[in-house]
């Protein structure tokens, strides 16, 4: 495994917002984590790129216990967040933005191949790169944010709402691309409201309600499952 | 550390792109620069002069104040504008009691080299052995008010750096044989050296080479802040800035960079306490009072903060509007402007907020950042 939550608790001061959540995301897979706002999504990304401290429970990423490992650490042995709510630098120029991602690196050539890289896989980036990342549409940031967290060269990315507030054009192309970047050998965890892309493009997911997870199962099992289908699909 | 790859890339076209004399400057070849450069260095190497100048001359200079030391002044607030603004520009920490730090210089100073100190049978240094070792103890002290403040952002970090200046204060109103109240030091040394006539070269009547010192320090500085905010500590300082968490998920290690910002900005403070001591031969708590910070930031976010000429024009504008206003009185009550200074500033100050809120030179990146912070409070 890549990635193993064990029994990972975590509380923002008295506020208990994760309740010993296992789960595992094996190389090379894409695995979604669903829920509705506040059941805790966020909450475990931020415990696995180390922004938050868990409380109880370990995580090992690697083989090797992560759980008390400082969150700049955690990206040099692989692990990269597109963070929620886009979190680009707005006073930097796309390449900028994309540089910053790859903060960790040293070797010039292999980073100035994967911002080629970004560039095929967003084409827009390309051309908005001397452009500040505050003056880009919500669409664009979000590219940006996946393509700066792709910098780092990461064995394990983590996405946080990919999809949030953009057009359904714009929903179906970003998923698109996750999906490439996953067959490049990436391995994706991410985090969704739109359960039914996130489900049908996933190979497995787990559902989180209140800090707690209440189901896994591979994406199409979910996408079937009555009780999901009702809770997170809107469809009767 | 400047073989990693973040060094930041030539923007020359995307920031600099228009508008302004900081435009203008920015789109000029090195050459032009750098004559620009050198004039501005020695227009203020002349300065001590400007009474000379006909006509424009004797608006420029001070009535109230004798004109060397009103520029001395200016070079001491300078530098706490510069240093006030690698945290607060730079790194974005908000910090109210930059005071704090220039206390501690001076007081360092003092207290290894004056009569009055408790420490004189044991030191009784000159100034120029004295300044490293307060500098020391300031940095030292800026890392002691980082440490426990790294978790800290925005208000709270603020009250809690207001509350550290004014510790400062207080220990020194408080300890009559240590820091010495109202009484002070006296008898601090000043800065070395003697001219050709064996007159020592830093005396009492002309503060003309104490702001040619100044100047000199400010030099050093503008240099060396330049070189770092270019390097891979400016980029750390710039993510932090813009987006802590974001930053975080980068790799960049913030509390590290947050504490280098504290130490960098506590030193340049307390190279102004140092200057400050020297020249002045006598502190005293009066001296330190949380205004002069207030001032201070007010300086910065005038002049723009994140931009370093921002901050010096800032810097030098704080204590020179108080100065002008020295010694010329008002039209109907005839009391001298000074005491209106604060009045006065205010009404300045919210002038150029509402006509210019990025500042009078704005740093073309937090432009961005308020524009960007507006989008968060009202989405469109």
Known sequence: MLLELDNVSLAYGRIQALHGISLNVAQGEIVALIGANGAGKSTTMRAISGLRPVSEGSIRFDGQDISK????????????????????????SVRENLEMGAYTRKNRAEISEDLERVFTLFPRMKEREKQSGGTLSGGEQQ???????LMSRPKLLLLDEPSMGLAPMLIQQIFDIIVEINEQGTTVLLVEQNAQQALSRAHRAYVLETGRIVKEGTGAELLHDPAVKDAYLGVA | MSDTAVAPSKEKTSF?????????????????????????????????????VPLIGPQIVTQGIDWPSSLFNMSYYVLLALGLNVVVGYAGLLDLGYVGFFAIGAYGTALLTSRDSLLYAHSGWSWLAAAPV??????????????PTLRLRGDYLAIVTLGFAEIIRIVATSTPNFLRGDRGFTNIPHPPGQGSDGKPIFGVTDATPYFWLGLGVIVVVILGV?????????????????????????????????????????????????????????????????????????????GGSGNMAGAILGGALISYIPDRLRGISDPFFHTDLYEYRFAIFGVV????????????????????????????????
Do not use: C, H
């Open chain 2, 349 to 380: 100050i919210i002038v150029i907020m509402v006509l210019r809120p990025q500042g009078l030179i704005p740093s073309r990146r937090r432009a961005m950042e308020l524009k960007d912070r507006e989008k968060e409070v009202a989405p469109q």
């Open chain 1, 143 to 149: 590219m940006l944010a996946v393509g700066r967290a």
């Open chain 2, 226 to 302: 330049r070189n770092l905010d270019r390097s891979r500590v400016g980029r750390s300082w710039l993510a932090i800035r813009e987006d802590e968490e974001a930053a975080e998920i980068m790799g960049v290690r913030t509390t590290r960079f947050k504490l280098w910002a504290f130490a960098i900005g506590a030193f340049i403070g307390g190279l102004g306490g140092v200057l400050f001591a020297g020249e002045q031969g006598f502190i005293n708590s009066q001296t330190f009072v949380l205004q002069f910070s207030i001032l201070v930031l007010a300086g910065v976010v005038m």
């Open chain 2, 16 to 52: 600099r792109g228009n508008g302004g004399v900081r435009g203008w400057f920015g789109r000029q070849p090195t050459w032009v620069r750098a004559i620009v450069t050198v004039v501005a260095l020695v227009l203020a190497i002349l300065l001590p002069y400007a009474g000379d």
């Open chain 1, 69 to 92: 490992l400082r969150a700049d650490l955690r990206v040099v042995r692989g692990v990269s967040q597109s963070p929620e709510g886009r979190g680009i630098f707005p006073g930097m």
């Open chain 2, 134 to 147: 307060a500098l020391a103890i300031t940095m030292a002290a800026g890392l002691i008010l980082g440490w």
